[in-house]
T-cell receptor, first 116, second 116 residues
């Protein structure tokens, strides 16, 4: 069965420091991997995705993520955190073999808190 | 661009009442889906559709019905509301083409539902 794990409920970083939000996945075959961000009382905004190609994916707002097949991980990173990055972050996966692109499996979410 | 539009944003229902959450997208996406978001559980798939006239169940379909008479619209019906259906509901859409937007799932702003 497909699954996604975000091992940290909350990540705290100081503004200006690098941040990492962790994600590991379990899926048969090659995965499609996604990161979304959710601000309070808002919908999910797409940040970036890995489908194929370069393992380092760059996305919106200066975020990037690295696909590591051997460790089945897709950690979200940013070199210098901003207070405005504080939000709830979701990792999601879809198996490449699944034809319906509307079906994602989500992690439980990680709250990022960036302190001034 | 309107993207994915959900209505209503907020709704309070009494146990046993029925209602419909509306979802419309203007991107001509073939895939649409409904998720519910509960604290600590991420998002879980309720129902999905791969095109007009075709729907199927997701992970948590009980108590919900859907139909897809047009490409643009994908309403979610609560047949007899229960307190366990208190949640935030998200509609999403996507298409399977190549490029930056292909295989990317776009979410609406959410519908906050409380069943008392």
């Amino acid at each position: 069965a497909q699954s996604v794990a975000q091992p940290e409920d909350q990540v705290n970083v100081a503004e200006g420091n690098p941040l990492t939000v962790k994600c590991t996945y379990s899926v048969s075959g090659n995965p499609y991997l996604f990161w979304y961000v959710q601000y309070p009382n808002r919908g999910l905004q797409f940040l970036l995705k890995y489908i194929t190609g370069d393992n380092l994916v760059k996305g919106s707002y200066g975020f990037e993520a690295e696909f590591n097949k051997s460790q089945t991980s897709f950690h979200l990173k940013k070199p210098s955190a901003l207070v405005s990055d504080s939000a709830l972050y979701f990792c999601a996966v879809r198996a490449h073999i699944t034809s319906n692109t509307g079906k994602l499996i989500f992690g439980q979410g990680t709250t990022l808190q960036v302190k001034p | 661009n309107a993207g994915v539009t959900q209505t209503p944003k907020f709704q309070v229902l009494k146990t046993g009442q029925s209602m419909t959450l509306q979802c419309a997208q203007d991107m001509n996406h073939e895939y649409m889906s409904w998720y519910r978001q509960d604290p600590g559980m991420g998002l879980r798939l309720i129902h999905y559709s791969v095109g007009a006239g075709i729907t199927d169940q997701g992970e948590v379909p009980n108590g919900y019905n859907v139909s897809r008479s047009t490409t643009e619209d994908f309403p979610l019906r609560l047949l007899s509301a229960a307190p366990s259906q208190t949640s935030v509901y998200f509609c999403a859409s996507s298409y399977s083409g190549r490029g930056i937007t292909g295989n990317t799932i776009y979410f609406g702003e959410g519908s906050w539902l409380t069943v008392v």
